[in-house]
């Protein structure tokens, strides 16, 4: 295929799509937006610099590629496994667990990146 502009910008709308299907479905991405905007709003609130944001964003964007992971990965396991089956349960609460640990993980570089500007 030649490279098209129209079909990068169908790509982006696929993915803006995801997104979307993303927050109306899973209620953890609920979680992790209001963790987002709570992020972005202390960062502004704290006047943290470049050098912190860099942190801050790639903690938040860690979990949110985590959580689109985990979706996409429950949503193919229930289309070629529609009845349960152990080893699909299995692979799915190891998807989940990365959302776990990626989260504990952003928590911490959070709580390492603000403490400094909370404790001055």
């Not at 209001?34 to 860690?62: E, P, T």
């Not at 959302?99 to 603000?114: C, Q, R």
Request: hydrophobic residues 60%.
């Amino acid at each position: 295929m030649d490279f098209s502009i129209a079909a990068r910008l169908r790509s982006f709308g696929y993915a803006f799509a995801g997104f979307s299907f993303m927050l109306r479905t899973q209620h953890n991405a609920w979680l992790h937006l209001l963790a987002s905007l709570a992020v972005v709003a202390a960062g502004f609130a704290l006047k943290v610099n470049a050098d912190d944001w860099r942190w801050l964003i790639a903690a938040v964007a860690l979990v949110w590629l985590a959580e689109a992971i985990n979706t996409a990965f429950e949503h193919l396991c229930d289309v070629v496994s529609p009845e349960f089956h152990p080893s699909v349960k299995r692979a799915k609460d190891i998807a989940a667990a990365a959302v776990l640990v990626s989260a504990i993980a952003a928590a911490l570089i959070g709580a390492l990146t603000f403490a400094p500007y909370v404790l001055r």
